[in-house]
């Protein structure tokens, strides 16, 4: 799945739900788009803050793996939740491509 999201303002957020079949360590990581227009983001899963702040500025569109790190997820349905923090002063709006997985078990 790709998401686009753009207009978001400072303190929004957009949730995914995913699922996974067996309850065990899973390193999750996602697919993300830096470019110009983008702005700084937080991750959480099922509420627990990850990793602190994502700046998804760059001069250069890129696509890039973040790893969000290893999660002990218990079978069933779980939360993704991504929060705008803020912009870069260059930046004028917020923009959001991401591509989420949950399927590289340890």
């Known amino acids: 799945k790709q998401v686009f999201w753009s207009g978001a303002q400072k303190g929004d957020t957009i949730e ?23 702005g700084v983001a937080s991750f959480s ?11 998804q500025f760059s001069e250069q ?6 790893h969000l790190g290893q999660h ?15 912009v870069r002063h260059t930046t004028t709006i ?3 491509t991401e591509a989420f997985t949950a399927d590289r078990t340890l």
Not at 61 to 66: F, G, K, S, V
């Open 61 to 66: 569109t890129t696509a890039i793996e973040r």
């Open 94 to 96: 917020f923009k959001l």
């Open 16 to 38: 995914f739900a995913f699922e996974v079949g067996e309850s065990k360590q899973y390193a999750v990581s996602l697919g993300l788009i830096q470019a110009a227009d983008y």
């Open 45 to 55: 899963i099922n509420g627990e803050a990850i990793d602190g702040e994502f700046d």
């Open 72 to 86: 002990k997820l218990e079978a069933g349905q779980h939360t993704l939740t991504h929060t705008r923090i803020g």
